[in-house]
Every structure is written in structure tokens, then in C-alpha cells.
């Protein structure tokens, strides 16, 4: 079956623009996580989504937001650019809460010039 | 707050040969899943092993295994049979089985690991 799909995979924008990526969890998984890869942090979460409502929320500006629709896929948008959010933004799925175990996506890999 | 630590930030190791990797964490919950994950360099991360924290018994999947010490809160990865394909980045990670928490991974900050021929 279709793993979990991250559409686009490479994006370059420049300082102050918005951004919104997008996720499609595989197929029958109702949670949808997101996280920041950059080489300095690491890989940080950024927020959780189960049900079209968010569960959960890493330590992240309110620039950085999501949804997640009836179809279980999810988008995050990323509002006024800085160059620190360049990264790969990595998309996961799982079954539902507490599972134990995610599913990644490829991933998203925003420059921000 | 959780921690996870990985205090090799590189590795390498020769085909067929074993190498480990460490782990350590810190949390005053006493259940909770720990997870080694594999990114190479494609970028698409895998999950190598899965260990419960009730589960006494260490976890294997082929070639990797686990040696789970809860008391030290310890979790290593023993990679057995080295093979080219190996070459990745390796996480650790922790989730708390805590409702609220949700799926939410801490990751260590990795051990590139390179296996050479």
C-alpha cells in the first residue's frame, strides 16, 4: 500500500512569504504528525492531528500552523519566512493516539532565501 | 521534560562486523515506547525496532537488537552482519504512552553510522 506522501518535496521562497505543505497519511492512519529537521536542533515536533483537531503542539511560533481534513490528510503552513525555517519538514502517520509506532514521509525541504 | 541523548555523533564500521550504538534517556514515567529509527541518505526515515517499557525482554528484528536497561534508562542498538545498505543516520526516540501526549517523538540528535567494505 501507498506509504505517506509529502507534496512538494523541494521549495525555495524568500523572507516574509507563507508556505503551506501538504501530507497524505497512508491509507487508513488518522494521525498525522509534523516535524522540523535542521542540522543545528535536530528533528523537533511541531504538532499532532487526530480526528481534524490538533492534540498536541511542540514549542513553535504561532507563524507555524496546521489542519487536518475529513480525509485524514494535512497540511502545515509556515507564515512570514525567516531564514531560520529553512529545513526538512517531515510529515508522519500512524494508526491513531499512542500506537507506538510512526510512519514518515520523504519529507519537504523548504530554503528560505 | 524528556531527554534523549546520543553521545556518538559518528560511526564506523567494516562489513560483517557488529557495532552498537548508544542511548540514553531521561523521564519519570514508567511506561513509555522506545524506537530506533534509520534515515539514509534518501531521506525517508524507517523504524528499525520498536521496545515497550513494560516488556522486560529485549527486542530484535534480524540482524538488530536491542539491550534495554530501564533502571540506567539506557537503550542500545546492536547492529549485527554489517552490511553496505546500513549506511544511515540512526535516531533514537521516545514516546510517552501518557494520553495527552500523543504520537509525539523525542529524538536524540543522531549517529551517523558508515559501513565500509
Known amino acids: 500500500k501507498a506509504g505517506v506522501t509529502q507534496t512538494p518535496r523541494y521549495l525555495i521562497k524568500t523572507r516574509g512569504q507563507q508556505v503551506t505543505l501538504s501530507c497524505s497519511p497512508i491509507s487508513g492512519h488518522r494521525s498525522v504528525s509534523w516535524y522540523q529537521q535542521t542540522p543545528g536542533q535536530g528533528l523537533q515536533f511541531l504538532f499532532e492531528?487526530?480526528?481534524?483537531?490538533?492534540?498536541n503542539k511542540g514549542n513553535f511560533p504561532g507563524r507555524f500552523s496546521g489542519r487536518q481534513f475529513s480525509n485524514s490528510r494535512s497540511e502545515m503552513n509556515v507564515s512570514t519566512l525567516e531564514l531560520g525555517d529553512s529545513a526538512l519538514y517531515l510529515c508522519a502517520s500512524s494508526r491513531g493516539p499512542n500506537t507506538g509506532e510512526l510512519f514518515f514521509g520523504e519529507g519537504s525541504r523548504l530554503t528560505v532565501l | 521534560a524528556q531527554t534523549v541523548t546520543q553521545s556518538q555523533p559518528e560511526m564506523s564500521v567494516q562489513e560483517a562486523e557488529t557495532v552498537t550504538l548508544s542511548c540514553t534517556y531521561d523521564?519519570?514515567?514508567?511506561?513509555?515506547?522506545l524506537f530506533w529509527y534509520k534515515q539514509p541518505p534518501s531521506r525517508q526515515m524507517i523504524l528499525v525496532i520498536r521496545q515497550e517499557a513494560y516488556k522486560q525482554q529485549n527486542a530484535t528484528e534480524n540482524r538488530f537488537s536491542v539491550n534495554f536497561q530501564k533502571a540506567a534508562k539506557s537503550f542500545s542498538l546492536k547492529i549485527s552482519d554489517s552490511q553496505l545498505g546500513d549506511t544511515a543516520m540512526y535516531f533514537c526516540a521516545f514516546m510517552s504512552s501518557l494520553n495527552q501526549a500523543g504520537t509525539a517523538l523525542i529524538f536524540g540528535k543522531g549517529t551517523t553510522l558508515s559501513v565500509s567494505s
Open positions: 523521564t519519570s514515567e514508567n511506561n513509555y515506547y
Open positions: 492531528y487526530f480526528s481534524e483537531t490538533q492534540r
